[in-house]
């Protein structure tokens, strides 16, 4: 069977939805969807975590790996610049899981939607045949001027991101190495990844930040998909992508490229910008003083809409390969 084209088929479902949507709102195409409320916005996402496709029963923990469901769906706030509300979890649950994991599955997805101020407001279960499912939907609010789209980058924008990029994909590979010491940073990134919430509600705050995204699927996936929401081709400087010392180890004894394995590497759930060039050295001032850590430039946004481009020390190479995506990642 061809794998599924995950791009292909959501620009599918959005061009059927599209005639649908009410005018003023944001439909599909975008991390979360938009409703107009009073003088803000209503925020709104839902996230499938799917066993043996995004998470292995091994790797964790039952209460890991439903707080992980939770996080993952929460960045998708943070990628609007919202605030959360709370959660809606439906699960999907095999007959046969050991006695107490239910429970502790459940008590993972309190635990981490209460930590992340997003209370679990109800949901719905059911029995299943096949793995573990887990449908999470967001809930966000914002002000009406903060919240950033995909699709407002524009040519010459410098593309930035908040944290090193990598180390998800480090843990993913540990994890599926069978060699995962619990305390590892890279273990720790896949399975508790940190949505940037406060980092979005900021950006999002910011006139010259014009377009926002969370990276789920890779630097690799994501840029050219912001890109393309604003009708801008790209170009990444991959020897500015920030990397983690753990993950490029990971990454060489796996035989790769460091510096492409953090370009392709998935899961890490920092946000992605498109700043107005004149504008992004003060910000990038900013945001270190404010957050402790850089925001660092990783490539831009170009004029023709074709163009795809990565350079590296100052020379032209491939556009870096994805190293995971969803329905034929190396997450299986
Ligand atoms: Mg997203």
């Known amino acids: 069977m061809p794998p599924l084209d995950e791009d292909a088929l959501l620009r599918r479902a959005a061009r059927l939805a599209a005639g649908d949507i009410p005018a003023g709102w944001v439909g599909p195409g975008d991390d979360a969807a938009l409703v107009p409320r009073g003088d803000g916005w209503l925020v709104v996402s839902t996230d499938l975590s799917v066993e043996g496709t995004h998470f292995r029963r091994e790797w964790a923990s039952p209460r890991v790996l439903g707080g992980r469901a939770v996080r993952v769906a929460i960045s998708d706030l943070a990628a609007m610049g919202a605030d959360p509300l709370g959660v809606l979890v439906s699960a999907a649950l095999p007959a046969d899981l050991p006695e107490g994991f239910a429970e502790e599955l459940i008590a993972g997805i309190e635990e981490a939607a209460g930590t992340l101020g997003a209370p679990l407001l109800g949901g719905d279960l059911a029995g299943t045949a096949m793995g573990i499912v887990l449908d999470v939907t967001v809930l966000g ?6 919240v950033r789209l995909r699709s407002g980058g524009r040519s010459g924008d410098v593309l930035a991101v908040t944290g090193s990029l990598g180390l998800a994909r480090a843990g993913l590979h540990l994890l599926e190495a069978g060699r995962a010491p619990a305390e590892a940073a890279a273990v720790r990134r896949f399975l508790v990844p940190e949505p940037r919430l406060a980092e979005g509600r900021w950006l999002a705050g910011r006139p010259e930040v ?17 890109a393309a929401a604003s009708g801008c081709g790209v170009v990444l400087e991959l020897d500015h992508v920030p990397r983690n010392p753990e993950a490029d180890i990971v990454a060489r004894e796996a035989g790769e490229d460091p510096v492409l394995f953090a370009a392709a590497g998935g899961e890490d759930y920092e946000l992605l910008v498109a700043v107005e060039p004149g504008a992004f050295e003060a910000l990038a001032g900013a945001f270190v003083r404010e957050f402790g850590r850089p925001l660092s430039p990783v490539g831009r946004l170009l004029e023709d809409p074709a163009r795809r481009e990565a350079v590296r020390n100052g020379v032209p190479v491939a556009f870096p390969a994805p190293g995971f995506t969803h329905f034929r ?3 299986g």
């Open 141 to 146: 609010e914002a002000p009406r001027e903060r």
């Open 210 to 226: 014009r377009a926002m995204m969370d990276l789920s699927d890779g630097l690799a996936v994501d840029a050219p998909r912001l």
């Open 329 to 331: 990642g190396e997450g």
